[in-house]
C-alpha cells in the first residue's frame, strides 16, 4: 500500500489546483451540454465517477500485461465497457434521464478526463492508488458540474432540482438554459476560480 | 427523401451547430484553434472522418447490429470502426501523398478521440436517419465544426494584442468569444428545424 502522504496529495489535488475541468480544461464538452439541469448533472456526475474509478482500477489492474503499442485501443474499449454498463443501467432504471442526456452517455468515453487519467496515471500506478485517483477526478470533476448546474437552472427558470424557488417576481434568464449560457457561466467560473489562485499566489509571495 | 437530406445538412451547419449548439469537439478545438493553419488541417480532417464514418457507422448499425439485436454494443463498435478508419487513412495518405500527410498526418490520431465524431454517430441513431441522411448530416456538422474553428482562430489571432483581465487568458476569453459565436448562430434557429 502507497504511503498515506501520497495517497492524500493523489485525493486532494484534482478537487483544487489540479481540477480536471478548470485547470486542465478536460472533459468540458459535456460540462456543458448537461448542466441545464441539476437533476440530469447529478445523474450525469455518478456515471462519469463510476467509469473513472473503475477503469482507472481495471486498468491498473492489467497494466503490466497491455502492450504499449494498442495501449490507447485496450484503454478505450474498457472505459467503453464501463460506459455500456451505465447506459443500460440508466435506460433501465431511469428511462426519461436516459432520454434527456440523449447521446452525452455514450460520449463519456470519448471525456478526456478519463482517457487522461488512464494515460497519466493508472498506467504507472499500483491498482489501490489508481482507484482513489479515479475517484477523486471524478468528484472533481462532479462538484464543478454541480455549481455550475445550479446556477444555470436557478437563473435560467427559477427553479432548483425542479422546485421553484424564486418567486413569481424572477424573469427568468432563458439565455442561462441555452448555448451560450454554458460558456458564459463556464468562463466566469473559471475566472473566479483562477483570480482565487492568483491572489493567493502573490499572497505567498 | 433528398429533400430531408439538404434540409438536414444546413441544419448541421447552421442551426445546430456541432460545436456551438451541442457543444461536442471542444478539448480540440480550444487546445488548436491557436493558429490558422493548424486549424484548417484539422478541420478538414474532421470534415472528412465525420462524413465518412457516420455514413460507415451507418452500415454497420443498420447491417450487423441491429439484426442480431446488439444495439448496446454500438459504443465499442462505433469507437473501432472510428480508430481502424482514421487508422487506414493515415496509411494510405502517407503512400499516396506526402504533401497531404505532412499537412493532415498528425491530426489524423488526435480525430479519434475527438467527441464530436463519435457524436455524429450517435446522434444519426438516436434521430434514426437514413444512409443519405446520415451521410449528410456528418458532412454538414463537419463543414460547421470547420467554420466555427476557422472564426476562433481568426480572432485568437486578433486577440494576441488585447488586454485581457489576467484570470480570463487563455481558456477563459475562449470561452466567451465561444458563447458569443453561439448567440450569433442561434439567429439562424428557427429557419430549419431539425431534431
Not at chain 1, 124 to 132: A, E, K, Q, R
Request: charged letters at 10%.
Amino acid at each position: 500500500m502507497a504511503a498515506p502522504g501520497k495517497l492524500k496529495k493523489t485525493f486532494r489535488d484534482p478537487l483544487g489546483k489540479n481540477n480536471p475541468v478548470f485547470a486542465q480544461i478536460l472533459g468540458i464538452c459535456s460540462t456543458l451540454a448537461v448542466t441545464n439541469k441539476l437533476e440530469n448533472t447529478v445523474i450525469m456526475s455518478l456515471g462519469v465517477l463510476f467509469t473513472t474509478s473503475l477503469s482507472g482500477l481495471t486498468i491498473s489492474l492489467i497494466r503490466k500485461w497491455i502492450p504499449a503499442r494498442v495501449r490507447m485501443m485496450v484503454e478505450t474499449l474498457i472505459i467503453a465497457s464501463f460506459v455500456i454498463i451505465v447506459d443500460i443501467t440508466l435506460r433501465a432504471y431511469m428511462p426519461e434521464v436516459w432520454q434527456q442526456l440523449g447521446p452525452y452517455v455514450g460520449l463519456i468515453i470519448t471525456n478526456c478526463i478519463i482517457m487522461g487519467r488512464a494515460e497519466a496515471f493508472a498506467l504507472n500506478n499500483p491498482p489501490g492508488l489508481s482507484l482513489v485517483d479515479g475517484i477523486a477526478s471524478g468528484i472533481g470533476y462532479s462538484y464543478v458540474l454541480i455549481v455550475i448546474a445550479f446556477f444555470r437552472e436557478l437563473l435560467g427558470t427559477g427553479e432548483v432540482w425542479g422546485f421553484t424557488v424564486l418567486g413569481s417576481w424572477w424573469t427568468n434568464w432563458s439565455i442561462m438554459i441555452m448555448p451560450p449560457g454554458a460558456f458564459f457561466m463556464l468562463a466566469i467560473f473559471i475566472w473566479f476560480v483562477k483570480g482565487m489562485i492568483i491572489k493567493e499566489e502573490e499572497a505567498a509571495k | 427523401m433528398t429533400a430531408s437530406s439538404i434540409a438536414i445538412f444546413f441544419a448541421a451547419i447552421f442551426t445546430n451547430n456541432i460545436l456551438l449548439s451541442n457543444y461536442l469537439g471542444m478539448c480540440s478545438f480550444l487546445s488548436v484553434s491557436r493558429e490558422i493553419k493548424t486549424s484548417v488541417g484539422l478541420g478538414v480532417a474532421v470534415i472528412f472522418v465525420m462524413a465518412s464514418t457516420s455514413a460507415l457507422n451507418w452500415l454497420v448499425y443498420n447491417y450487423i447490429l441491429l439484426p442480431f439485436g446488439l444495439e448496446y454494443l454500438r459504443f465499442i463498435v462505433f469507437i473501432i470502426v472510428i480508430a481502424a478508419f482514421v487508422q487506414l487513412v493515415e496509411m494510405v495518405i502517407e503512400r499516396v501523398s506526402e504533401v497531404l500527410y505532412a499537412a493532415l498526418g498528425i491530426f489524423l490520431p488526435l480525430i479519434t478521440v475527438n467527441c464530436a465524431i463519435l457524436g455524429v454517430s450517435l446522434f444519426m441513431v438516436i434521430r434514426e436517419y437514413s444512409l443519405l441522411e446520415s451521410f449528410t448530416f456528418g458532412l454538414g456538422s463537419g463543414i460547421g465544426w470547420f467554420l466555427a474553428i476557422m472564426a476562433m482562430a481568426g480572432i485568437r489571432q486578433k486577440l494576441k494584442r488585447a488586454r485581457i483581465p489576467h484570470g480570463l487568458e487563455g481558456a477563459g476569453i475562449t470561452l466567451i468569444i465561444t458563447g458569443m459565436m453561439a448567440l450569433a448562430f442561434m439567429g439562424f434557429s428557427g429557419m430549419l428545424p431539425i431534431g
